[in-house]
Nanobody, 119 residues
């Protein structure tokens, strides 16, 4: 099992920046990808950014050029640097990990952190 703890959310003005952190513990050796998702009120949860074990990243079109996902393997932490924030970025942001258990892929989630972009 993997435990994920997010931090770094808050209230920011449009055009501002925030950095989210996600600390992983537990069966981290089996993780092959980590990502950030978000869910706005009344909407489905959507992928924001993902980083694979080999370092390959991918992003939602809506955040390309503004958000950057990175990781620190020593600290077992994944970050999401969010710049040029817009009101439509307002959502609860969730960290996720994906690992293999035998032939089964397991996705685990953090508790979420609120990001509000408003003047």
């Amino acid at each position: 099992q993997v435990q994920l703890v997010e931090s770094g959310g808050g209230l920011v003005q449009p055009g501002g920046s925030l950095r989210l952190s996600c600390a992983a513990s537990g069966s981290i050796f089996s993780i092959n990808a980590m990502g950030w998702y978000r869910q706005a009120p009344g909407k489905e949860r959507e992928l924001v950014a993902r980083i694979m074990r080999g370092g390959i990243t991918n992003y939602a079109d809506s955040v390309k050029g503004r958000f950057t996902i990175s990781r620190d393997d020593v600290k077992n932490t994944v970050y999401l640097q969010m710049n040029s924030l817009k009101p439509e970025d307002t959502a609860v942001y969730y960290c996720s990990s994906r690992r293999a258990s035998g032939s089964v892929l397991i996705t685990e989630w953090g508790q979420g952190t609120q990001v509000t972009v408003s003047s």
